[in-house]
């Protein structure tokens, strides 16, 4: 029997932290591999259609953003209820969408300045009135590659 | 008596082994989100030198209300079929001239797919999401065409050969190759989809 009473013998045996570290680091490694950066907290509603013949948008330094949709809850009382459009953190108007291009393609470098894309991430209720109206804009500007921004899904549901 | 030293240690071995399991299982299901959408392009603002005098036949009339309903050739279409409308349209061959066309040939549609042309009209008033339907359908429709054709001469799928062509990671040597084969379909059914000015009234 002296052999089993021998285990009550000492302290607890303690954790090991050896494998901390690693824990950590596939923490680390989680929270890298799925964060995307976000450079404009999104201040419209934004509940992008489907479309099922969609192509990838690659290369994001080529790509300048334009935001269409509803306020969100907490602009609403200052800008209302009709869609609005947002460039990086700010509602605008119609008529600053050409100066907005301009201004962004003038950051970026010189050999990607004929190559850029537009991409228009337009809520599915908002009106195509105002996104004749962005269109129009963009053709002053000669910014004439633009990418409707969709879910992947079938194009049908966006009718519902 | 081996034990007598306290308590044995926790064999903390394979922890790690349990650590990159699940840090692989998290790279494996997460994706990192691309966007994607529809490529269009916009019509220069200068309007053409010349003026082109394009026939009505080979004009694909597309209206939407602001009800969403669909005005195509003066008739009223559901969107369900407005896909196959633009591809009967669009593979008419009407003037004999297309020798890879499997349409009808009817004199009254288009005469060539290089000639016809898809002009999509809309109200102010009609809802985004209607508009992405539609232009997703004509898309698709020119897609099936072409589809068909990329099957046909090099036996693969057009969107395809296309998103391949399109993706950075693609070796060079493979994008030269396809290069040429997205081109020669492109222009068997080149994209002709005109979106005049929107109506105000």
Same mark, same amino acid.
């Given at each position: 029997?002296?052999?089993? %009473? ?6 607890? /045996? ?6 901390? /570290?690693?824990?950590? !680091? ?10 995307t950066m976000k450079d404009s907290t999104l201040m419209v509603e934004n509940t992008l259609p489907n479309a099922s013949e969609t192509k990838k948008l690659e290369k994001k330094d080529r790509v300048i953003y ?16 009709? /869609? ?29 300045? %004929? ?35 969709? !879910? ?9 | 008596?081996p034990r007598r030293g306290g308590p044995p240690e926790v064999n903390a071995g394979s922890m790690a082994d349990i650590a990159f399991l699940l840090l692989i299982f998290f790279l494996v299901t997460t994706t ?16 053409? #030198? ?22 195509? *050739? *003066?008739?009223? @279409? ?9 591809? #009967? ?5 009407? #003037? ?80 030269? #190759? @396809? ?23």
């Amino acid at each position: 029997m002296a052999k089993f %009473n021998k285990k009550k013998d000492g302290d607890l /045996p303690a954790v090991s932290t050896a494998s901390l /570290p690693d824990i950590v !680091f596939m923490l680390l490694f989680f929270f890298m591999t799925v964060t995307t950066m976000k450079d404009s907290t999104l201040m419209v509603e934004n509940t992008l259609p489907n479309a099922s013949e969609t192509k990838k948008l690659e290369k994001k330094d080529r790509v300048i953003y334009i935001y269409v949709g509803k306020p969100t809850s907490q602009y609403t009382k200052v800008f209302g209820t009709e /869609p609005k459009i947002q460039l990086n953190d700010k509602f605008a108007n119609v008529s600053d969408v050409g100066d907005f291009i301009l201004q962004e393609r003038a950051k970026k470098p010189q050999e990607l300045q %004929n190559v850029l894309t537009t991409a228009m991430k337009v809520d599915k209720n908002a009106n195509m009135g105002l996104i004749s109206d962005i269109k129009q804009e963009l053709r002053k500007v000669n910014a004439l590659k633009v990418n409707y921004t969709t !879910f992947e899904g079938d194009a049908f549901r966006n009718l519902q | 008596m081996p034990r007598r030293g306290g308590p044995p240690e926790v064999n903390a071995g394979s922890m790690a082994d349990i650590a990159f399991l699940l840090l692989i299982f998290f790279l494996v299901t997460t994706t990192i989100e691309t966007d994607s959408g529809l490529d269009r392009m916009l019509p220069p603002i200068e309007p053409p #030198d010349t003026d082109v005098v394009i026939k009505q036949k080979n004009i694909f009339t597309v209206n939407i209300n602001k009800n969403g309903q669909l005005l195509v *050739e *003066e008739e009223l @279409l559901s969107l369900q079929q407005l896909r196959q409308a633009a591809i #009967d349209f669009l593979d008419n061959g009407g #003037d004999g001239t297309c020798n890879y066309c499997k349409g009808r040939k009817e004199a009254s549609s288009s005469d060539n797919p290089t000639k016809a042309i898809i002009s999509l009209k809309n109200d102010r008033e009609t809802k985004y999401g209607t508009y992405i339907t539609v232009q997703n359908e004509l898309v698709g429709a020119y897609n099936d065409l072409r589809n068909r054709e990329a099957q046909r001469l090099f036996g693969r799928d057009f969107t395809d050969m296309e998103a391949e062509f399109l993706n950075p990671e693609t070796p060079s040597s493979v994008r030269d #190759d @396809l290069k040429d084969k997205v081109k020669r379909i492109q222009d068997l059914f080149p994209q002709k989809l005109s979106e005049a000015e929107t109506n105000t009234n």
